[in-house]
């Protein structure tokens, strides 16, 4: 198994430039999370999904979209990227709610936004 | 609203030392409670976890934690670390309510030889 993966693992755009992350998981997951990280503030939920078709807000949200069409992916979308969204994105994934069950993660992607 | 707390942005121990690294939660209830490590360049992993029943929980690597309701601490111990320990170790909190977790801000472990 892979496990969680990440495409791609670096990317750097222009302000203004849209681009789409993408997070494949072949544990038959429900649960799927987006967390930016930034030093010296830890993991911060961006969007999650606890079913295909779904998702919710978490913490961070604006200026980020996600879509869950398929139950193995999760997308997550910057439509006009700005130099604040320059990070290190982690994707996860859960069987149920993390609540119970661990997170998985994914390597990370590191986005620069110039 | 939950919240974690990790005091110590920064630790550095020798090879062979004991380690303690900290954790503080806000919550009114009985929370869940989890160590994370990511490790240069990588994802997170999972250490350990708190749900109920025994305070003293044993994860991998060697690693243990302490549940202290008194003092709303969930603190990280290792008896003898190794150089391959040096990473950053999140604690993280959930409640019976939630779809997800809340990290603390992370602790860097330096390992000296």
């Known amino acids: 198994n892979a496990g969680v993966t990440q495409t791609p693992k670096f990317r750097v755009l222009k302000t203004g430039q849209s681009m789409t992350l993408l997070c494949a998981q072949d544990m038959n997951h429900e649960y799927m999370y987006w967390y930016r990280q930034d030093p010296g503030m830890g993991l911060r939920l961006i969007h999650y999904s606890v079913g295909e078709g779904t998702t919710a807000k978490g913490e961070v949200p604006d200026g980020y979209n996600v879509s869950r069409l398929k139950k193995q992916n999760f997308l997550l979308g910057l439509e006009s990227a700005a130099p604040s969204q320059t990070s290190v994105y982690f994707c996860a994934s859960s069987y149920r709610a993390s609540t119970y069950n661990e997170q998985f993660f994914g390597p990370g992607t590191r986005l620069t936004v110039l | 609203a939950q919240s974690v707390t990790q005091p110590d942005i920064h630790i550095t121990v020798s090879e062979g030392a004991s380690l303690e690294l900290r954790c503080n939660y806000s919550?009114?209830?009985?929370?869940?409670l989890f160590w994370y490590v990511q490790s240069p360049g990588q994802g997170l992993q999972l250490l350990l976890k708190?749900?109920?029943?025994?305070?003293l929980v044993q994860g991998i690597k060697g690693f243990e934690a302490e549940f202290k309701r008194s003092q709303s601490s969930f603190n990280l111990r290792k008896p003898s670390v190794h150089w391959s320990d040096a990473a950053e170790y999140f604690c993280?909190?959930?409640?019976?309510?939630?779809?997800?977790?809340?990290f603390g801000k992370g602790t860097r472990l330096h390992i000296l030889p």
């Open positions: 708190y749900f109920s029943g025994d305070t």
């Open positions: 919550y009114g209830a009985t929370p869940y």
């Open positions: 993280a909190v959930a409640t019976n309510r939630d779809d997800k977790i809340i």
